[in-house]
């Protein structure tokens, strides 16, 4: 009999009308629990809940919001073995990447705490005589908080934190395939001594919880991650009933290798930011541009590296690369390999369903050669294990092809040379750059974002959380 999990309401566990059982991605046998859906009357209590608790909420003493906060983080960091071998469980990464996450959840809370204490105003001098002007910012409202499956814990965490460190109440909505980490985290804060109503979680699926979420009437703001096509969505109803919006999407992300680079070290944090957590991450490199001094070397150099990915249970001691996260998912991967090769590259390595003592969704990292920046392969985001490389002659040619792409998220360069790792920093059109690191793997206590296609709206995480988080009051004051 595996546990029955429900949703978080009003400061009450309250049972959906049905159940779905979540599956270990790694061993389709093992089903870690069963997890309540909700439906748009529950949903319309936890949007009532938060605007009844919102009153207190924003304007009560904020060191008890850093004292729950500080708790919540606290626990997540003792916890963090045990948490991240549920993401591990769910999700699909290996173990150590699902501690690292978690580890990543708790710090983010820990920050966040320390944050309630350090909103600031302004004052300024008004252009009239004998009047004062302060510049003061408060609390959004209710906001709304759709997350992805790819990053389980962390993503969740890095909403709700800043969320109700400037005084807002919340109501989630974990993605479907992977609510175990969510809940996790709802029963961490269900007993850091919050009120109730100001946290409050609906599981379900997005045309049944997000949808209406996005729609609610008492929703003062969505913060959404996940994809293109879902937040091009949601920022369109959002425009409609003129609601605030935060949307951090996909990624076409891409890796550079210029002649003069480390090859040892290209190898590695290619291989690393194309294929480590499945390649299921917004800022996975899935665009290799190599130049042509480099192009031979590099390519033998990251098969023979790939050779040595072990791929196998997420739980397993050793694992580098755990299952695709789902059936799903999985057959989209397999689909852009025959697609890439349709449009004329080479498949070199990988790129084929795998088969391990346990039933999953297994898949051999794929490498493709010969890819040009009009293929689907190159424009469209996998978000799988399987990587492209763009063959160029120089940096210039490097340059302009990393940014040929509707997206821009993160962007890397592996260079010595500290004149294209500066030019490169200023002209790549992506929110985060990174020189001779990998484009995934990112800390947490500073922006996160892209431009064009992959974000819209204010930056996440660090201070930057507080643009979209707070609105800003501009007080007069006469004599
Ligand atoms: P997704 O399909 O867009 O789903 C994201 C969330 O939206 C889920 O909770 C989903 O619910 C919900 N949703 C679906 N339809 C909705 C609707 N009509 N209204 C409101 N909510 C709705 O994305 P995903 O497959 O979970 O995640 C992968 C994507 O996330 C990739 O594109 C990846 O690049 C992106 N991502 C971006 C970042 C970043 O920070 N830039 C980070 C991580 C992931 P269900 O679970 O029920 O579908």
Redesign the pocket.
């Known amino acids: 009999m595996t546990q029955k999990h429900d949703n978080f309401i009003n400061g009450q566990w309250v049972a959906g009308a049905s159940y779905t059982p979540n599956i270990n991605p790694s061993n389709l046998g093992d089903v870690i629990g069963e997890y309540t859906q909700g439906d748009a009357v529950q949903l319309d209590a936890a949007v009532q809940a938060a605007q009844a608790a919102f009153p207190a909420w924003s304007t009560g003493n904020v060191q008890a919001r850093a004292d729950a906060l500080d708790k919540i983080g606290t626990e997540i960091l003792a916890r963090r073995e045990e948490l991240g071998t549920l993401l591990a469980r769910e999700e699909g990464k290996t173990k150590p990447e699902g501690i690292g996450e978690a580890t990543r959840a708790g710090n983010i809370f820990k920050f966040f705490a320390g944050e309630c204490l350090r909103l600031t105003g302004e004052i300024v001098p008004s252009v009239r005589s004998g009047v004062a002007v302060e510049i003061t910012r408060e609390p959004l409202g209710v906001v709304g908080l759709?997350?992805?499956?790819?990053?389980p814990i962390a993503?969740p965490a890095w909403k709700i934190a800043p969320a109700l460190a400037y005084g807002n109440c919340v109501v989630l909505?974990?993605?479907?395939?992977v609510p175990g980490c969510a809940w996790a985290l709802a029963e961490i804060i269900s007993r850091s001594g919050i009120p109730a109503g100001v946290f409050n979680l609906v599981m379900g699926?997005?045309?049944v919880i997000?949808?209406p979420?996005?729609n609610h009437p008492g929703i003062n703001g969505i913060s959404?991650?996940?994809?293109?096509?879902?937040?091009g969505?949601?920022a369109q109803q959002c425009a409609v009933n003129l609601k605030k919006v935060q949307l951090?999407?996909?990624?076409k992300n891409p890796q550079i290798i210029l002649d003069d680079a480390d090859l040892a070290q290209a190898v590695e944090l290619s291989v690393q930011s194309a294929f480590f957590s499945t390649g299921q991450r917004?800022t996975a490199s899935s665009r290799l541009i190599v130049t042509d001094g480099i192009y031979g070397k590099f390519v033998e150099a990251v098969q023979a590296r790939m050779a040595t990915l072990k791929i196998g249970d997420a739980l397993a001691a050793g694992i580098d690369i755990g299952p695709v996260s789902s059936l799903s998912q999985l057959q989209q991967d397999l689909d852009y390999v025959a697609i890439g090769q349709a449009e004329g590259a080479q498949l070199v390595a990988g790129g084929a369903r795998l088969e391990r003592t346990t039933e999953g969704f297994y898949m051999a990292p794929a490498l493709l050669l010969d890819t040009t920046s009009a293929m689907r392969i190159n424009r469209e985001?996998v978000?799988g294990p399987v990587a492209s490389v763009i063959r160029v002659k120089d940096y210039e040619a490097a340059l302009a092809e990393s940014n040929n792409t509707p997206f821009g998220?993160s962007a890397g360069i592996a260079t010595t040379s500290l004149k294209y790792a500066t030019h490169f920093k200023r002209h790549s059109q992506a929110g985060m750059v990174m020189v001779n690191l990998p484009t995934a793997g990112v800390d947490y206590h500073v922006p996160?974002g892209?431009r064009k296609g992959?974000?819209y709206g204010s930056r996440e995480q660090g201070r930057y959380a507080q643009e979209f988080f707070t609105t800003v009051k501009t007080a007069y004051i006469g004599a």
């Open positions: 759709i997350t992805p499956w790819n990053f993503i909505k974990p993605a479907d395939l699926r997005g045309s997000g949808d979420l996005v959404f991650t996940g994809s293109q096509g879902v937040g969505r949601i951090e999407m996909g990624g917004c985001e978000f998220l996160f892209g992959s974000s």
